[in-house]
Each structure stands twice: as structure tokens, then as C-alpha cells.
């Protein structure tokens, strides 16, 4: 019989609705159940696509004596982590603060007022490798409640009271200078891993933040090395096992330094974050690698994550069905020598082995092998190439596919509309802008409620009931923000501009500090606040980013002023801690460029010198321009007021820090304007 989350809109949550478990979801309701009948509560977070919550789950939730051991002496609420951030950062930071690591699941003990007392992640069904049993850690928690209640009272209010005393220091007001920020190239420099690309060990998380601020760094300062190390890695990732070969879009992320095997979950904002990076290295450099990529990445969404309301499917599982029965993590991306021959002959075969470095002993498990695209010497025959990969594509098509979390969540989706917007307009694909445009459209019509506040989730056309966060607000407006400078539709500026209001009344104190949870939100044991990058942009400094092109594009000294605040953070930990705030640093890059206002005033859509400009506008490199474009007289942008056609011709203007360029008729005077280095 389905237990209480049979309701929920989360899939996450449902793929748990006929645990013999008697799950809450994260509600006033469980807490009082818990006084009620006075036992502790057990709190376990993951996410639609974690393999190892997968296996915990089968281990133990779907175990009948685990299950009644748990109904029996503790209120079980399962939250999902993606619908849920805030309570998740606040639990994941006691967590690590306890163990000194984290991860998925999360795994909490809290008293009947939310206080944790003790803490894990995935627990066997048997002690093994020094770990306990999940049944060995419910009966010590048991044992402890009903014997020692005072000790387990005293260590959740000394946990408490120590989160509430990690409060961020604010720092210094003043954003990052040329000083901060050559700092943290140097730092970041240092990490480099010159021989594989990306930074650090293993595991290894494609770095789309980080990259970001290297090409606006290179963009600003002509640094040849802030260029090579983004240029580099993103070459590595894209002939890796972490970039789908066949069928485009990256994984989460590779086990090894090598980028070779990747975990093969595939999250949207992974994907709508480097789809956006490689259409910048190409607007760099021209790059055809970089072009194919962002292309394939952009394809990739469309076709496998955009949901049928127009929105996008928050990620593809990691493990799928091997064809007889069992489930298994990549089954449905590799292959063996064997398997290629059986599709392409024994000629074809031998050619794609080559091709992709596919073996006999196998790059992965079970003697299958990951595709990549190894770097060899000779001349490839394209055709038969293209040959290859369509009939592996078409084969695999054929296997069990991963499973898809359909839930749309508001700020991975602006990410994407930032991603699909640019690299539509850049590689003058309409399809992919007005894939962006039915996604933004989705999120006004279902997230956006009459007082413009954000839900964060959504499915099947329903929104869900959770409030929307700052990474939320941030987010979705810097996908309007780029849809304006795409569309020409001053709309999207307007909505941005509402949903910043919030950030600025609801999540800013009056020091500058944002936090991630709005004033007004539900009250956790600690507003959680959080400035670092993690696999996404920070709320923080996602709004300092959004907050500074939205002043850039209206003169708001209010929202500029916000945004020089947030980013007095950066100033704090880009020297320290640069791969953790890229998002931020790229934000500070834009700040010390202007950022620069391009206004191109022409006749209505459809004039080719108006287009020719706006084009030459959208791919200049100056960190965090903006684009305005719209008929002579226009109301749409501010940007555009006084704006008048030079000589009866379509022109652009060209401003920073209140001073502005003659205005030009000629792309090619544009394109050096917006050149910095």
C-alpha cells in the first residue's frame, strides 16, 4: 500500500511512494507525529539520479523487517534534495562539520524540534569495510533515545548552537580588483593539471564556472595562460568518456584524473552550464571542437530533457537495465568489442574500436569500454566515421534507457535558457532560441505566482508546493537577462527585473550578505548561507552576476550597488579558494570591464544591417556585455532611449562607466569596440 508520498510531485520521492517505509515528506506534520509519540525523527536526503541512494533504498527501504523496525521507533521523512536545497545545505553542513565529509544519501538523526544529534550517508545492509549495519545504527539510535536522552539533547543543542555560529563574516564591501583577481589566477594556475587538463585529482567535476572566468580574464588581460588552461581542458572533457560521443551532453563527472570514466548520470544544469562554456570558447577562438560541442550539448537537451510542457527534465539516471534484468550503472553507454561487432560488421568494428579506444580488457567493468576520442596520428575517412557513430547511436537507442527525473526545477532551467538563447543565436539556430523561449514562457505561466515570488519545482504542469531559493531567483534571471539581449523582447528584462526586486528585499541583509532562503521562508535550525560554487553557481554570486547586468542594461544605481556588495565576498575568497567562486570571479571580470552597453537601434526584425550588428554584438567578448536591440524610438530597453538611427542607417552605441563611443554603422568598428585585451 503507497505511503505518503504517493502525493508528492517529486520523483524522488514517488520511486519511494511503495517503500514498506512509513515515509513522511518534510513537513510541520512529521515533527508534531514525532512530540506525539515521542521518538526521534530519521531524515534521509538524495536525489532521482544517485546510484547510491538507489542502493540503499533496495538494501534497506524495501526491506520489511528494516521498515518495521523503523515504523516501530522513529518518524521517517525522505526529502528531496534537488526540491529541497535549504534543508539539505543546512543538514549536509552539520553533517560535514561531524564527519568531516559528506554525500548522498544523507542520512540524519534529529529530535522532534529538527535538531540533529547524529549522522552518515549510505549504510550496508551489513557491517562491512568499518562500517555498521543500518539495523546496528537504528537500534544505537534507539538505544540512546530511550536511555540517554539527556546526552542526545545535549549534543543537539551544542550542534545547533555551533551552526548558528559559523555565520559568514561579511568581509569587505568592496568587490575584487586587479589584484584579487590575478591572485586567483595564480591559485588557480597552481591546481592546474597540465597533462589531463581541469583542476585537482580524481574525482574530477568539469570546472564550467572556472572556465567561464579564464576566458573573460583572457578576454580583459590577453593572458595567454588563463586562455590555455580553459582551451585545454575543455578539449580533454570533450574527447573523454565524460562527453557522450554518440548521442552529445556530458556526465556529472569522471572517477579518474583522465576523464576516461565518467559517473554517467547526466544533470541538466552540467550540461546547460558547459553548453554555455563552449559557446564562449568558440566566440573565443573559433574553435570547430567548440562549435561541435556546444551544438551536440544544446541537441542533447532538446531532444532528451525538454519536457512535454516545454520546460526541462532535471537529469538522466546513472544506471539502467543491462538488457537481462539487472540494473546496472553506464549499461546503457558502453561497449564491448564484441557488441560493436555484432552492430557494424568485423571491419567497421576494428575502424570504431580504433576510433573511440575501445579494447579487449575494457576501459570500464566487465571488459566493456567508455567511448572517447583518444588523440592519434593519421587521417580519418569522415564519411564512414559519421557512418559509424549514426548506426551505434541508432543501436543504443535500441537498449533500456536510463531513467529521467522529470521534475523541472526553476534555476537549472534558466540556466538553460541562458545556454540554448546564446548558442542559438551565435550558430543562427532559431530552433534552439525558441526552445529557450517555451522554457521561459513555462516558468512565467507555472513557477511565477501573482506577486512574482518562484516555486523551484514543477511536473507534469503542476507546480510543486516548495518556495523558491536564492540560486532560484538568481538564476532564471540571467536566462531572461540573455533571452533579452537575444530576443530583442524587453519583457524578459522586466521579468529579471522583478525577480531581482526580491533578491534585494527578501534575501539581502543590510549588510550586502545574501543568504539562500528568502526572510519570509520557513524557519530551518540555521538560515543557510552559502557564497562558493558547487556543481552550480552560487545563489550569491549568481545574483551578483544577474544584479550587475541587469543595473548595466537600466542604470539602477540600487541593483549595482547590491551587486558590488555581493561581490565583496569574492574579494575574501578568490585569491584563497578560486576554483570554489568562479561564477563569482567572472562576475568581478564583468565588473572591472564596465560591463559594456551595447545598444543597436535599427529597423523592425528581418532588416540584415540591423541583424549584422546585433550578430557582431551578441559575439563580442567583453566580459558581461550587454545587448540591447530595437526599433529607433523604442520603449522595449532603457539601453535605447535618445538612440537614434546615424544618417537613416541602423547603429550601434557602445557605453561604459557613464562614457560612451561615437555610435557606428560598421560591424567590423563594433567588433573591435567590444574587444578588450
Known amino acids: 500500500m503507497p505511503n505518503r508520498l504517493a502525493h508528492e510531485t517529486s520523483p524522488y520521492l514517488l520511486q519511494h511512494a511503495d517503500n514498506p517505509v512509513d515515509w513522511w515528506p518534510w513537513s510541520d506534520e512529521a515533527f508534531e507525529e514525532a512530540r506525539r509519540r515521542d521518538v526521534p525523527v ?4 538524495g536525489y532521482s539520479s544517485c546510484h547510491w541512494c538507489h542502493v540503499m533504498a533496495h538494501e534497506s527501504f524495501e526491506d520489511g523487517p528494516t521498515a518495521e523496525f523503523l515504523n516501530s521507533h522513529f518518524v521517517s521523512v525522505k526529502v528531496d534534495r534537488e526540491e529541497r536545497p535549504d534543508v539539505d545545505a543546512v543538514y549536509m553542513e552539520a553533517v560535514q562539520a561531524a564527519t568531516g565529509q559528506g554525500g548522498w544519501p544523507m542520512t540524519v538523526f534529529l529530535t522532534p524540534d529538527a535538531e540533529p544529534f547524529y549522522f552518515g550517508t549510505y549504510y550496508p545492509p551489513e557491517p562491512r569495510h568499518g562500517m555498521p549495519s543500518f539495523r546496528q545504527v537504528l537500534q544505537g539510535v534507539h538505544q540512546a533515545w530511550a536511555e540517554r536522552r539527556d546526552e542526545v539533547t545535549e549534543v543537539a543543542g551544542k550542534i545547533v548552537r555551533d551552526l548558528a555560529g559559523r555565520e559568514i563574516s561579511y568581509g569587505d564591501a568592496r568587490p575584487p580588483g586587479e589584484a584579487e583577481l590575478g591572485q586567483a589566477l595564480l591559485g588557480l594556475t597552481r591546481e592546474y593539471d597540465p597533462q589531463r587538463g581541469g583542476f585537482g585529482g580524481a574525482p574530477k567535476f568539469p570546472p564550467s564556472m572556472v ?3 579564464l576566458l ?8 595567454d595562460g588563463a586562455l590555455e588552461m580553459a582551451r585545454d581542458t575543455c578539449e580533454r572533457m570533450a574527447r573523454g568518456g565524460i562527453y557522450d560521443q554518440l548521442g552529445g551532453g556530458f556526465a556529472r563527472y569522471s572517477v579518474d584524473r583522465e576523464w576516461v570514466v565518467p559517473h554517467f548520470e547526466k544533470m541538466l544544469y552540467d550540461n546547460a552550464l558547459l553548453c554555455r562554456v563552449y559557446a564562449h570558447l568558440w566566440r573565443s577562438t573559433g574553435s570547430d571542437l567548440a562549435r561541435r560541442v556546444a551544438l551536440e550539448t544544446a541537441d542533447f537537451m532538446v531532444r532528451e530533457l525538454r519536457t512535454a510542457e516545454g520546460g526541462f527534465a532535471s537529469a538522466l539516471d546513472a544506471d539502467s537495465d543491462d538488457g537481462m534484468g539487472k540494473h546496472v550503472e553506464g549499461a546503457y553507454y558502453v561497449w564491448t568489442p564484441a557488441q560493436l561487432t ?4 568485423a571491419d567497421d568494428a576494428a ?3 580504433q576510433y573511440f579506444g575501445v579494447t579487449e580488457e575494457g576501459t570500464f567493468e566487465h571488459g566493456s569500454s567508455v567511448l572517447q576520442l ?4 593519421g587521417v580519418w575517412d569522415a564519411e564512414r566515421i559519421a557512418s559509424v557513430r549514426e548506426r551505434l547511436l541508432a543501436a543504443r537507442d535500441g537498449r533500456p534507457a536510463p531513467g529521467r527525473d522529470d521534475k523541472v526545477v526553476a534555476a537549472w532551467n534558466g540556466l538553460a535558457i541562458a545556454a540554448l538563447a546564446e548558442t542559438g543565436a551565435y550558430f543562427e539556430r532559431p530552433d534552439l532560441v525558441e526552445a529557450a523561449v517555451a522554457a521561459a514562457d513555462l516558468l512565467v505561466r507555472l513557477h511565477l505566482d501573482e506577486q512574482a515570488r518562484l516555486f523551484r519545482t514543477s511536473k507534469d504542469g503542476r507546480a510543486g508546493a516548495h518556495a523558491g531559493v536564492l540560486e532560484d531567483y538568481a538564476d532564471v534571471a540571467e536566462g531572461f537577462l540573455a533571452l533579452a539581449s537575444v530576443t530583442g523582447e524587453g519583457v524578459w528584462l522586466d521579468f529579471a527585473g522583478l525577480l531581482l526586486d526580491h533578491v534585494l528585499t527578501r534575501f539581502t541583509d543590510d549588510s550586502g550578505s545574501l543568504y539562500d532562503t528568502a526572510a519570509d521562508a520557513e524557519r530551518l535550525i540555521r538560515r543557510p548561507q552559502d557564497p562558493t560554487d558547487n556543481a552550480t553557481p552560487s545563489g550569491w554570486t549568481a545574483a551578483a552576476s544577474a544584479l550587475l ?6 542604470g539602477s544605481a540600487p541593483h549595482r550597488t547590491a551587486a558590488e556588495h555581493a561581490l565583496g565576498v569574492v574579494k575574501a575568497l578568490g585569491p584563497r579558494v578560486p576554483r570554489f567562486v568562479g561564477w563569482g570571479l567572472a562576475a568581478a571580470e564583468a565588473l572591472l570591464d564596465g560591463p559594456r552597453e551595447v545598444a543597436v ?4 526584425p528581418g532588416d540584415s544591417a540591423t541583424q549584422g550588428l546585433h550578430r557582431t554584438a551578441l559575439l563580442g567578448t567583453a566580459p558581461g556585455a550587454v545587448v540591447a536591440v530595437g526599433a529607433e524610438g523604442s520603449d522595449e530597453f532603457p539601453l535605447l532611449a535618445g538612440r537614434p538611427l546615424v544618417d537613416g542607417a541602423p547603429a550601434a552605441y557602445v557605453c561604459r562607466n557613464f562614457t560612451c563611443d561615437a555610435p557606428t554603422t560598421d560591424p567590423e568598428r563594433l567588433r573591435t569596440a567590444l574587444r578588450t585585451a
Do not use: M, N, W
Open 42 to 45: 530519521l531524515l534521509s536526503v
Open 211 to 213: 572556465i567561464e572566468f
Open 216 to 223: 573573460r580574464h583572457h578576454a580583459r588581460t590577453g593572458a
Open 342 to 345: 555484432e552492430v557494424l560488421g
Open 351 to 353: 575502424l570504431a574500436a
Open 374 to 377: 583518444p588523440q592519434q596520428e
Open 549 to 554: 547586468s541587469y543595473a548595466a542594461h537600466t
Open 601 to 604: 537601434v535599427g529597423p523592425a
